[in-house]
């Protein structure tokens, strides 16, 4: 009898819905407030800032998404080969990065500040918090229908906000505010590399391994159960996803390399607002606090359902709609601390938790030709750590503080905060040694 689940195959029009899910799940707080950021920046050094931008905030999320493909599951098989102990601690470090310590709240503060307060005038101490309740009370609810993510998201929301985002996008391209300014020193000396780091900010790869999961769930939902076919489909959602998010930061990039004049030295999730409302007027202002919403609100959702997943996973006593429900409260207490006191915070968390992700992901994809892929796992992670802690003391400032500066300034890329990397290649070329032994 023949196998049912091998010709079983998604329509064009559900391929590109996943495609579009993936892109929405991916498009929220950071995607949106921080490649302005990069424009203003950089100035007149927009091309090569924007290109080291779109390499994190792009091609990493994708290759994370083959790479999930390529293990086969979730983060959970992806860190199967190192100490169990290590790898949940490990993966603790990204669901909390992605989920109630940074990424999720920031979704809730970033659509306050940028889709609510620019129409309120002088708001009460109480409109925030109740705004935030407000989304997340309606993010809990969506991610308590997992199964409906695609329907939901990639079928109705994701098309509402792409027409939304072409309208902005056409808008600043035709009619910038202004020309390229002139970038700032510490861009002007390595423009590509300070793009590179400001697309860590995104977290977009560390959700990349997260979201990967929930692709594969939504393929299986659709009927398809072989695994080549579940493989073959997530890379095509990943392909979508990051042909999208490089449409949109190009765009959201040259807005900020533009905004010299009308939004000059703007905070993070100012500066789009000023510049909308000098391109579009008051309609502009609506448009974006729609864009702005809806996007936060898609990666809500998504960053709720896979961390959902995962502590459910973690504590199977636990009930998945208990956990939703502590996650939002949670969301809701950590977002009213603020978006700028989020973003301070993550950065040093991020900077030394980033060269691992890399490394990991790294590994994932060559796995299938590793004859003992513990080894290679084990070994460029262990070389990598201290100095990946190093980066993360770096960007706290602490490292004066424990007399680490002189070391720190000695070592190779420490002008690019890159001081990670030669030493994870060494980890790695130990660990392909390492194969070659019986």
Same mark, same amino acid.
């Given at each position: 009898?023949?196998?049912?689940?091998?010709?079983?195959?998604?329509?064009?029009?559900?391929?590109?819905?996943?495609?579009?899910?993936?892109?929405?799940?991916?498009?929220?707080?950071?995607?949106?407030?921080?490649?302005?950021?990069?424009?203003?920046?950089?100035?007149?050094?927009?091309?090569?800032?924007?290109?080291?931008?779109?390499?994190?905030?792009?091609?990493?999320?994708?290759?994370?998404?083959? %790479?999930?493909?390529?293990?086969?599951?979730?983060?959970?098989?992806?860190?199967?080969?190192?100490?169990?102990?290590?790898?949940?601690?490990?993966?603790?470090?990204?669901?909390?990065?992605?989920?109630?310590?940074?990424?999720?709240?920031?979704?809730?503060?970033?659509?306050?500040?940028?889709?609510?307060?620019?129409?309120?005038?002088?708001?009460?101490?109480?409109?925030?918090?109740?705004?935030?309740?407000?989304?997340?009370?309606?993010?809990?609810?969506?991610?308590?229908?997992?199964?409906?993510?695609?329907?939901?998201?990639?079928?109705?929301?994701?098309?509402?906000?792409?027409?939304?985002?072409?309208?902005?996008?056409?808008?600043?391209?035709?009619?910038?505010?202004?020309?390229?300014?002139?970038?700032?020193?510490?861009? #002007?000396?390595?423009?590509?590399?300070?793009?590179?780091?400001?697309?860590?900010?995104?977290?977009?790869?560390?959700?990349?391994?997260?979201?990967?999961?929930?692709?594969?769930?939504?393929?299986?939902?659709?009927?398809?159960?072989?695994?080549?076919?579940?493989?073959?489909?997530?890379?095509?959602?990943?392909?979508?996803?990051?042909?999208?998010?490089?449409?949109?930061?190009?765009?959201?990039?040259?807005?900020?390399?533009?905004? #010299?004049?009308?939004?000059?030295? !703007?905070?993070?999730?100012?500066?789009?607002?000023?510049?909308?409302?000098?391109?579009?007027?008051?309609?502009?202002?609506?448009?974006? !606090?729609?864009?702005?919403?809806?996007?936060?609100?898609?990666? %809500?959702?998504?960053?709720?359902?896979?961390?959902?997943?995962?502590?459910?996973?973690?504590?199977?006593?636990?009930?998945?709609?208990?956990?939703?429900?502590?996650?939002?409260?949670?969301?809701?207490?950590?977002?009213?601390?603020?978006?700028?006191?989020?973003?301070?915070?993550?950065?040093?968390?991020?900077?030394?938790?980033?060269?691992?992700?890399?490394?990991?992901?790294?590994?994932?994809?060559?796995?299938?030709?590793?004859? #003992?892929?513990?080894?290679?796992?084990?070994?460029?992670?262990?070389?990598?750590?201290?100095?990946?802690?190093?980066?993360?003391? #770096?960007?706290?400032?602490?490292?004066?503080?424990?007399?680490?500066?002189?070391?720190?300034? !000695?070592?190779?890329?420490?002008?690019?905060?890159?001081?990670?990397?030669?030493? !994870?290649?060494?980890?790695?070329?130990?660990?392909?040694?390492?194969?070659?032994?019986?």
């Amino acid at each position: 009898m023949p196998d049912t689940a091998l010709k079983t195959a998604l329509k064009p029009t559900d391929t590109l819905a996943l495609g579009l899910m993936t892109f929405a799940l991916f498009l929220g707080a950071g995607n949106l407030i921080f490649p302005p950021q990069v424009g203003q920046q950089a100035g007149t050094d927009f091309w090569p800032a924007a290109l080291g931008f779109l390499t994190t905030g792009v091609g990493l999320p994708v290759l994370g998404i083959v %790479a999930v493909a390529v293990a086969g599951g979730g983060l959970d098989r992806i860190l199967s080969p190192i100490p169990k102990a290590a790898a949940t601690l490990f993966g603790l470090c990204i669901y909390l990065s992605i989920g109630p310590m940074f990424a999720m709240p920031r979704t809730a503060t970033v659509a306050y500040n940028m889709g609510a307060a620019p129409f309120l005038e002088d708001p009460s101490a109480y409109v925030q918090p109740l705004y935030v309740g407000v989304f997340f009370l309606i993010a809990v609810s969506l991610s308590l229908m997992p199964g409906r993510l695609v329907d939901v998201v990639g079928k109705w929301i994701t098309p509402i906000l792409i027409a939304l985002l072409a309208i902005l996008a056409g808008a600043t391209l035709l009619f910038p505010q202004g020309d390229f300014g002139l970038p700032s020193p510490d861009w #002007h000396r390595s423009p590509f590399a300070k793009g590179v780091q400001s697309g860590y900010l995104t977290m977009d790869m560390l959700a990349s391994m997260v979201f990967g999961i929930l692709i594969t769930n939504a393929i299986r939902n659709k009927g398809i159960e072989a695994p080549a076919r579940i493989t073959r489909y997530t890379l095509s959602a990943g392909a979508i996803a990051g042909v999208c998010l490089a449409a949109v930061y190009l765009p959201l990039a040259f807005m900020g390399a533009t905004s #010299h004049e009308v939004a000059p030295n !703007a905070e993070s999730g100012a500066l789009i607002p000023a510049y909308v409302d000098a391109l579009l007027g008051p309609t502009g202002g609506i448009i974006l !606090a729609v864009v702005i919403t809806l996007a936060c609100l898609t990666t %809500a959702i998504g960053l709720l359902t896979a961390c959902g997943e995962y502590f459910n996973r973690l504590m199977p006593a636990v009930p998945y709609r208990v956990i939703i429900v502590a996650l939002g409260i949670s969301g809701i207490a950590v977002a009213l601390q603020g978006l700028g006191t989020l973003i301070q915070v993550s950065v040093p968390v991020l900077s030394a938790l980033y060269p691992l992700a890399i490394v990991v992901i790294a590994l994932s994809l060559i796995r299938p030709w590793l004859s #003992h892929p513990a080894r290679m796992f084990n070994t460029a992670l262990a070389i990598t750590l201290p100095f990946g802690a190093l980066e993360g003391l #770096h960007a706290a400032g602490k490292l004066s503080t424990l007399g680490l500066a002189s070391m720190y300034e !000695a070592l190779p890329l420490s002008d690019d905060q890159t001081v990670w990397l030669l030493p !994870a290649l060494v980890g790695i070329g130990l660990g392909l040694a390492l194969q070659r032994r019986a």
